[in-house]
């Protein structure tokens, strides 16, 4: 007999009477709320609030136009941009596909469209059809998303009706830099991905009079 | 048993500033829980529910596993089964050979701790780096890891910057903790970039997509799938999960839980390889089978391996990991290895106060402080008590059933002094090392209620 | 009310005291209460070193004793849950007398907020208390809120002592760690035990208590023995006592 058919034979002998799923819908008080920061209803306000506070940065900009003048102010060092958005084309490599992941060892900075922004943790979730390689954004030096401001539900329950039955091969949720804490709880940003992670939302509503 | 929890335990507890700083330093993560659960409204309801949902799994786990199977085959991916740890190691070592390798990285798995993976291919000849930082640290220290999530909190930075130092380089005395991880960071990305074969744990498998999700802060996992030709993700069978959408539920609980953050930084979702990339999948049984079988014990099967129980435990923060000699350590060790080896083992469920702050940190509510207390009745049932603690028990138990027997032996306390509950060895009394005896009464309660009342 | 009062075998041999408190509490209170005189244990400390099944003879006394009760209180967290959870009798099954008993035993502290429902106590004590939280009462019993669990906070130990005139209560940088006695674990894991001990006594200590209560005698016994050998001036009283406190 196969290990396969031994292992779900036992299985099958010792499993307990089945025992029914619940639901997964929140009860009424939901999401993720901080009493000493007022309203939590904002989630956008929300998620750039978390994203900083585990060490990521958010910008919120009008449009491609604004990202394209803050990545050129604040990223002087960068010498390698990889983009997978055609309208950074002007200042990034923007590519359908490497040959080799291995090209990308030595990029400084991707800039990647993500689907959405999730407030409770400041995770962005994004799809290998949106990375150009799965491995770009974890090789690159430094990371910046782009979302919409109005793609930022509140907590992981919304997050995942929205993926719903998404087809995708790979998809990873992102919360700010890589880190370690693993040396005496000291949190270091940067272990083997990225060193720093920045967040765009886009709001249409905004001006172009570029604060953020 | 070579050396058991209270003998490791007892050397760990000979340098008491060390023993404080470890425990402060876990304790610090459990406050981090606590103020990472409390801005949830509904964590009790997360705990609740994520509880049901593998008490489901675990009630139709077979039927599961076969979707699982399906979905992932469906999605490219290459399913083995494995009976016990030999039969995943060995189907492991199958695969580097296929590919004519002899050197892989490898992010954290505690069931390849749990199946003694590196000993094993060290043996047959092939180098495996770890990359998580914290594994990688005792890795080189030549240990295994003391915590499920944090691999070297046993370690000061002192002691990291000196192995830094002799195995990479890094200049004598340095312990700057920013300094050591840029250091590794240079070291492991030279071994991501060159490795061929990745193999990763899984925090979560999917039946309903066959997708199965590793959770890391460092992006090891990562780093080392997505640049490998061959991906090898090995699981316990008792990882799975019905639906996607569940994933929102465990996602929410298991890193407040384990080191008080709103989630890691990347929840990757493996659920097809890339083009040109093989991608396997090893469902590892190694006794999880047959303690699906143990009633009282089934349970432990729902650990998500969080490890809020550890850093709560205050036996685990001052007994240190290692001291429980198994892969899994800390109160949920101490559940689950008698399942692997109820001898080797019968001293973890004593390594306990009973005091349940385990089982209230579980995430998915495994009533742990209750496993112990029946695991301690199996183990000795199962004839694993030295003679003089049943003989000790034996005089106890006629002396307590027995209320003649009993006030002439107690009159205040002086056969107490002697057995109970303090010297069940009948050895030196150990109570008295470093602790004062109660002063004995003029009389006892007994005693003062016959004079008194009536 | 008809009142057994069942009273730990080391509170019997050391701190007759503490049983007296309790006698006193409950008689003030108005509960008709007898001591049954053959009582010893509730067959923990062989229970919890995996010896249940050597306890039956216990249990057959507790049963024999406790019956005829309309309830049973005892002044240990610890003790009344191990016979809550697990005494059982010979014969399993209804009517083996077992059930009752676990149904209707107290732990003296949640007998006077829940049944007698105490919302005044004539006392004094004068003085800085700490509250050691035993992990049976609390966690087991529920006589206060644990910090694990995200739910309000509530505290009855804490509800009586503050009803006790002068007394101050302290804060602790710990509210709710295990003391490290254990029971057996107290001799078998020495090191861990005595180290969980002297941890719990220098949280009490930093912040300043004169006094440091609980609910369970055992937790205190250890306490004291540290602080004894600490040659502290620092000292350990039951709740009863401080309840039943005229200063």
């Known amino acids: 007999m196969s290990s396969r058919d031994k292992i779900l034979g036992v299985i099958r002998a010792n499993q307990p009477e089945g025992k029914s799923l619940p639901s997964v819908t929140l009860p009424e008080a939901g999401g993720v709320t901080d009493p000493a920061k007022g309203d939590m209803t904002d989630t956008a306000r929300q998620f750039i609030e978390v994203l900083e506070a585990i060490g990521g940065r958010a910008f919120i900009v009008s449009g491609w136009e604004r990202i394209a003048t803050i990545i050129k102010e604040e990223y002087t060092q960068q010498h390698r941009i990889v983009s997978g958005c055609k309208e950074l084309a002007r200042m990034a490599e923007v590519r359908d596909r490497y040959e080799d992941p291995h090209e990308l060892e030595n990029v400084d900075l991707a800039i990647l469209e993500a689907h959405f922004g999730v407030a409770e943790n400041g995770a962005c979730w994004i799809t290998e059809d949106r990375m150009i390689e ?79 | 048993m070579a050396q058991d929890h209270a003998h490791l335990a007892t050397e760990f507890n000979k340098d008491e500033p060390r023993v404080d700083w470890h425990d402060k330093t876990l304790w610090f993560i459990r406050e981090k829980r606590d103020k990472a659960a409390g801005r949830v409204p509904e964590w009790e309801w997360l705990r609740d529910t994520a509880s049901a949902i593998k008490e489901n799994v675990l009630s139709h786990l077979s039927e599961y596993l076969v979707q699982f199977e399906e979905q992932a085959g469906r999605n490219g991916v290459v399913v083995h089964w494995a009976a016990d740890a030999e039969e995943h190691n060995e189907i ?48 080189l220290a030549g240990e295994p890891p003391s915590h499920i999530v944090l691999p070297c909190i046993h370690k000061k930075k002192e002691e990291i910057g000196e192995i830094f130092h002799e195995h990479l380089g890094t200049p004598a005395g340095n312990a700057d903790p920013q300094f050591l991880t840029h250091a590794a960071r240079l070291h492991l990305r030279e071994k991501f970039i060159t490795r061929r074969v990745a193999l990763t744990g899984v925090n979560f498998a999917v039946a309903e997509t066959g997708e199965f999700v590793v959770c890391t802060n460092e992006g090891n996992a990562d780093m080392g799938a997505h640049l490998a030709d061959v991906h090898i993700a090995c699981m316990g069978i008792e990882k799975l999960i019905p ?90 060790g101490s559940i689950l290895s008698p399942n692997l080896d109820m001898k080797k083992y019968s001293d973890l469920p004593f390594a306990s106060t009973l005091c349940g702050s385990c089982s209230n940190v579980c995430p998915v509510k495994i009533d742990i402080h209750e496993q112990l207390y029946k695991w301690r009745q ?48 009948n050895g030196l009394n150990p109570w008295y090392k470093q602790r004062d005896m109660p002063e004995v009464p003029k009389e006892s309660f007994g005693e003062w209620y016959k004079r008194n009342r009536k | 009310m008809r009142v057994g009062l069942f009273i730990p ?155 006790v005139k002068g007394i101050e209560l302290i804060d602790l940088g710990r509210k709710d760690e295990c003391c490290g006695f254990g029971g057996t674990f107290c001799v078998a894991e020495e090191a861990v035990s005595v180290k969980m001990g002297k941890d719990r006594v220098a949280d009490h200590l930093q912040h300043g208590a004169e006094y440091i209560t609980g609910a369970d005698m055992s937790c205190l016994m250890h306490l004291e023995g540290i602080l004894r050998r600490q040659k502290s001036p620092v000292q350990v009283k039951h709740i009863a006592e401080i309840l039943d406190s005229k200063e």
């Open chain 1, 134 to 212: 799965r491995a770009l954004p974890f090789i690159t030096q430094n990371l910046a998303l782009v979302i919409h401001k109005k793609d930022v539900v509140p907590h992981m329950h919304a997050a995942y009706e929205r993926i719903g039955q998404a087809v995708y091969g790979f998809g990873t949720f992102i919360a700010g830099p890589s880190k370690t804490a693993d040396i005496e709880q000291s949190l270091v940003l940067g272990a083997h991905g990225p060193c720093s992670m920045t967040v765009f939302l886009i709001d249409e509503e905004l001006s172009d009079a570029g604060f953020y």
């Open chain 2, 92 to 139: 492991v070592y199958g695969l580097l050979k296929k590919h004519g390798v002899d050197k892989m990285v490898k992010s954290k798995s505690m069931l390849t701790e749990e199946c003694h993976l590196n000993e094993f291919l060290s043996e047959h000849g092939v180098e495996v780096i770890d990359t998580d930082l914290g594994e990688r640290v005792v890795q």
């Open chain 2, 243 to 332: 639906l996607r959408q569940h994933l929102g539920v465990f996602l929410r609980l298991l890193t407040r839980s384990a080191t008080g953050q709103p989630i890691t930084t990347y929840s990757s979702h493996f659920k097809q390889p890339r083009p040109g990339q093989e991608m396997h999948i090893v469902l590892v049984d190694n006794g999880r089978s047959v303690h699906l079988g143990r009633k009282d014990f089934r349970n432990s099967l729902k650990c998500i391996r969080c490890a809020a129980c550890f850093n709560t435990c205050p036996v685990y923060r001052r007994s240190g990991g290692h001291s429980y000699h198994t892969a899994v350590a800390g109160p949920i």
């Open chain 2, 378 to 425: 199996v183990i000795v049932q199962d004839g694993n008590a030295p003679v003089s603690k049943t003989m000790a028990m034996k005089t106890m138990n006629w002396v307590l059933s027995n209320p003649s027997v009993y006030h002439t032996a107690g009159k205040a306390g002086r056969w107490f002094m002697g057995k109970v509950p303090f010297t069940v060895n």
């Open chain 3, 9 to 163: 075998c080391y509170v019997d041999q050391f701190y007759p005291q503490v049983g007296i408190a309790t006698l006193h509490l409950l008689e003030k209170y108005g509960c008709e209460v007898a001591y049954p005189p053959n009582q010893t244990c509730c067959g923990q400390p062989m229970a919890n070193s995996g010896f249940e099944h050597l306890t039956q003879g216990c249990n057959d006394l507790f049963i024999r004793n406790f019956s005829e009760f309309e309830y049973i209180v005892c002044p240990s967290g610890s003790c009344t849950l191990h016979i809550k959870d697990h005494l059982h009798g010979s014969h399993e099954g209804p009517g083996d007398g077992a059930e009752g008993v676990r149904k209707k035993i107290y732990e003296l502290v949640e007998f006077l907020t829940d049944v007698l429902k105490v919302e005044n106590i004539d006392a004094s004590f004068p003085h800085r208390v700490g509250v050691h939280q035993s992990c049976h009462g609390q966690r087991g019993l529920k006589l206060s809120q644990m910090t694990e669990l995200m739910a309000p906070p509530f505290s009855k130990p804490e509800k009586l002592l503050k009803m």
